[in-house]
């Protein structure tokens, strides 16, 4: 798997309400990555995300997925949205095993691999739930495993934890991690949480607002074999600060100040 | 006023207050009956009402009637229900079918259906198509705009999930957007089945041979307001029994949603 944008554009609205968006991003993922997008609202992080899933087309600029141009969306690029979006009238079983059935694979596979992906995200046990009756946290753990099941190259991820709670983020974000660690998924990761991050991602690219650019890229090495002990590590810290500043740097040209009272 | 807790509690069942309200006015009735201070002819008394009612259902005319007028509603109504769900769908989805038909739909939906009943008579005569199609066309384009309006609700993201896992146009109407849906074509079905219950009474005080509306203009010739008491109330009944059965299948089908 391999996914590049080159000197992609977007603009939103014609003439004079034209609005550019993105502008000129440009960036890789290989197979087995994990990379995140990191920026404010309105650096045009998720309309980044929608290009590569093919729900809008860029302006300008191509966007090659194993050297084909993107045309529509596909299943070779899973998403999973900051909103819950499981369907709700479906059992979380239903939910994960729907890619597969609109993909037409036969009733036995479906069985089995949803058994498995719901096996993958320690949720085998609320199978027959509906998703009003699950937890915010376990709601996205089924929306992974419906996206991971639906077989796609390259897992896109749009906060996919914004509208979590501290404590079950955090414990969800060592979750993908693993999940990441054990299924060798590639993974675009969309967050405005630097740590989220930083965390996870081997690249993050700093995105400034208006128009969305990359200002900034980091491979991060850091040793992740305890994300809880990564968390308050010297380096870790003194790494997020700095993209921390660069970060509130680029903010502040956005926000003018109050006028004196 | 102090009521004791047991009293309070059994008052608060859902239905407890409703009966009561049903139970006052017919208390009223019967008072203001019995006082004799206004002429039996014009309110006739709730025994007399329950008499007449009796009579005609003994001679089997309430019966008849009662499916007579049952079968158009059903007839009608069936046919408006199977064709408001695939155009509701489609304009909800479709920018441009909904661009062709949402003005004319809009324009359509203020003739009133029975204003249709003399063009409807003079193409298809008195029988039953007549009175089938008034209902069909009375309640086509409420049920078609609430389908359409129920459509363009469906969350985005709902759409756009099932996109990024393979699914093809038709299945995201069928598969996605048909079940988000379903409440709610449901509880417009209910709310515009009284629309459809209206006009099988008004095409049958226009013309027909049997059904409760044309029994109820009989009863006025011959000055028999005991049975078009009986009437109305069967009618009210009828379609109160009709919404408890679209509630029915609304919570037997739609689980998730309540």
């Known amino acids: 798997m391999h996914l590049s944008l080159t000197a992609v554009c977007k603009t939103f609205g014609q003439g004079r309400a034209a609005k550019q968006v993105l502008d000129t991003i440009s960036f890789e993922i290989n197979s087995g990555e994990f990379v995140a997008l990191v920026g404010s609202s309105g650096s045009g992080k998720s309309t980044v995300m929608r290009l590569i899933a093919g729900l809008d087309r860029p302006t300008s600029g191509t966007i090659l997925m194993d050297g084909r141009p993107i045309t529509g969306p596909g299943h070779d690029r899973g998403m999973v949205f900051q909103k819950y979006s499981l369907y709700p009238w479906l059992t979380a079983a239903d939910n994960v095993a729907f890619g597969m059935t609109l993909q037409g694979l036969p009733a036995r596979e479906v069985r089995e691999r949803t058994g498995y992906f719901l096996e993958v995200v320690g949720l085998q046990d609320a199978a027959g739930r509906l998703p009003r009756e699950l937890s915010g946290g ?40 693993q999940l990441w660690n054990r299924t060798g998924l590639t993974a675009l990761l969309i967050t405005h949480d630097l740590e989220e ?32 002990a990564l968390r308050v590590d010297r380096r870790f810290l003194e790494v997020r600060e700095d993209l921390a500043r660069c970060l509130r740097g680029l903010s502040q040209e956005a926000v003018t100040p109050l006028p004196p009272v | 006023m102090k009521l004791s807790a047991g009293l309070r509690r059994r008052l608060d069942h859902p239905w407890v207050l409703g009966v009561l309200g049903i139970l006052t006015v017919l208390v009223l009735w019967q008072l203001i009956a019995a006082s004799g201070s206004v002429d039996r002819l014009f309110l006739p008394s709730p025994a007399g009402v329950l008499a007449a009612g009796s009579a005609q259902a003994e001679a089997g005319i309430l019966l008849a009637d009662a499916i007579a007028s049952i079968g158009r509603v059903l007839g009608g109504y069936a046919l408006s229900m199977l064709v408001s769900l695939p155009l509701g769908i489609a304009m909800g989805s479709n920018r441009i079918i909904c661009r062709l038909l949402e003005p004319l739909i809009g324009l359509i939906r203020y003739m009133p259906a029975p204003a249709f009943i003399p063009l409807l008579i003079i193409y298809f005569g008195l029988g039953e198509l007549p009175k089938v199609l008034l209902i069909f066309i009375g309640t086509l384009f409420f049920n078609t705009l609430m389908i359409m309006d129920a459509v363009k609700f469906v969350p985005a993201e709902l759409l756009e999930s099932a996109l990024t896992m393979g699914g093809r146009r038709l299945q995201i109407l069928t598969r996605v957007v048909t079940p988000f849906i379903a409440p709610q074509v449901i509880d417009a079905y209910r709310i515009n089945m009284a629309a459809a219950w209206n006009l099988v009474i008004v095409a049958e005080l226009v013309a027909a041979n049997e059904g409760l509306g044309k029994r109820i203009s009989l009863a006025q010739r011959f000055l028999r307001t005991d049975e078009i008491f009986a009437y109305l109330i069967v009618i009210g009944l009828i379609g109160l029994v009709i919404d408890l059965l679209f509630r029915l299948v609304l919570r037997r089908t739609c689980r998730w949603a309540i």
């Open chain 1, 138 to 177: 376990m709601q996205q753990r089924v929306a992974i495993a419906r996206a991971l099941a639906a077989d796609p190259k390259v897992m896109l991820l749009d906060e996919p934890f914004g509208a979590l709670d501290l404590q079950i983020r955090e414990s969800m974000q060592e979750f993908l991690y």
């Open chain 1, 197 to 228: 991050a930083l965390l996870m991602a081997q690249r993050v690219h700093i995105m400034a607002p208006h128009p969305g650019r990359i200002v900034r890229t980091v491979e991060t090495e850091l040793d992740r074999s305890d994300l809880g």
